[in-house]
């Protein structure tokens, strides 16, 4: 069994800034790619950012320079720390990692999602 706990999200004014947290738990061997989602009403889903096993990220143009991913190894959490928040950044945030359990078995597993609203 494999739980991602996300947490950070809110009510934010245009400019500012949040830190999102995901960690992950249960029967984990290993965590391969981390990365974060975001689904805004009437849209698809569509990548934020991600980062590999060996620190390499990755992020979508309409973040670049704003936003940040980061990973603790050790504690298997994924960070994407938002700056300069734009009301179009509004959206449910999901963490997204791939996960080899301690059975070998390997799949991607998804959090429950956190709510970012960037409004005035």
């Known amino acids: 069994q494999v739980q991602l706990v996300e947490s950070g999200g809110g009510l934010v004014q245009p400019g500012g800034s949040l830190r999102l947290s995901c960690a992950a738990s249960g029967s984990i061997f290993s965590i391969r790619d981390m990365g974060w989602y975001r689904q805004a009403p009437g849209k698809q889903r569509e990548l934020v950012a991600a980062?590999?096993?060996?620190?390499?990220?990755n992020y979508a143009d309409s973040v670049k320079g704003r936003f940040t991913i980061s990973r603790d190894t050790a504690k298997k959490t994924v960070y994407l720390q938002m700056n300069s928040l734009k009301a179009e950044d509004t959206a449910v945030y999901y963490c997204?990692?791939?996960?080899?359990?301690?059975?070998?078995?390997?799949?991607?597993?998804w959090g429950q999602g956190t709510q970012v609203t960037v409004s005035s």
């Open positions: 997204n990692c791939r996960i080899t359990t301690t059975l070998h078995y390997t799949r991607n597993y």
């Open positions: 980062i590999t096993s060996g620190g390499n990220s």
